[in-house]
């Protein structure tokens, strides 16, 4: 079963660039039923879809956020990465990668998230 | 695009059913069958409980179920049970490679 691991710093300081990775294990990142994703959840608030990634680099991103979003995978170490940039207390959020699976057409896997905070 | 609009809360007593609905548009809900729900319990992950409106997952139990009309996509929990009480999501993809979540509902159990 496949699991995904968030890791990043907990502490970004404003108009700087947010980076996460997740590493994928119990599974290659290079299944083509998958899309590995990243969302998000500002404290008490609703999840929010940031974009996805496909083995071969393909992209897809939120159009409220897509001018601020660059995603790479590394196919060697079986992870993805995530930067945002610019960001502002507004992007102060719980941050999950999650597996899209395509045959199911559903966000099946989660990570246990990783709480980012945007603070001078 | 908008998220799809969800009631805030709902509640039921134990052994009773209560449903959640989620709202679309025919753009979203309503031109595919890509309806998913999430059951996610405080400072935990969401884990999926249906997709592709009707469909469970292994392990998920037979009291939860979807169904979907026109526009509005509804999950059911049947036989309430105090572990079910939880914040509920729905998503559904909204075509272009667009994935768009509901606002959530907080499901109490009486």
């Known amino acids: 079963q496949v699991r995904l691991q968030e890791s990043g710093p907990g502490l970004v300081k404003p108009s700087q660039t947010l980076s996460l990775s997740c590493t994928v294990s119990?599974?290659?990142?290079?299944?083509?039923?998958?899309?590995w994703s990243w969302i998000r959840q500002p404290p008490g608030k609703g999840l929010e879809w940031i974009g996805y990634i496909y083995y071969n680099a393909k992209t897809y991103y939120s159009p409220s956020l897509k001018s601020r979003i660059s995603m790479s995978v590394d196919t060697s170490n079986n992870l993805f990465s995530l930067k945002l940039s610019s960001v502002t207390a507004a992007d102060t959020a719980v941050y999950y990668c999650?597996?899209?699976?395509?045959?199911?057409?559903?966000?099946?896997?989660w990570g246990q998230g990783t709480m980012v905070t945007i603070s001078s | 695009q908008s998220a799809l609009t969800q009631p805030p809360s709902a509640s039921g007593s134990p052994g009773q059913s209560v449903t959640i609905s989620c709202t679309g548009t025919r753009s979203d809900v309503g031109g595919y069958d890509y309806v998913s729900w999430y059951q996610q319990h405080p400072g935990k992950a969401p884990r999926l409980v249906i997709y592709e409106v009707t469909k469970r997952p292994s392990g998920v139990p037979d009291r939860f179920s979807g169904s979907k009309s026109g526009n509005t996509a509804s999950l059911t929990v049947s036989g309430l049970q105090a572990e079910d009480e939880a914040d509920y999501y729905c998503?559904?993809?909204?075509?272009?490679?667009?994935?768009?979540f509901g606002g959530g509902t907080r499901v109490t159990v009486l």
């Open positions: 119990g599974g290659s990142i290079t299944n083509g039923d998958y899309y």
């Open positions: 999650v597996s899209f699976r395509q045959s199911w057409d559903t966000f099946d896997m």
């Open positions: 998503s559904t993809y909204a075509g272009s490679h667009n994935l768009l």
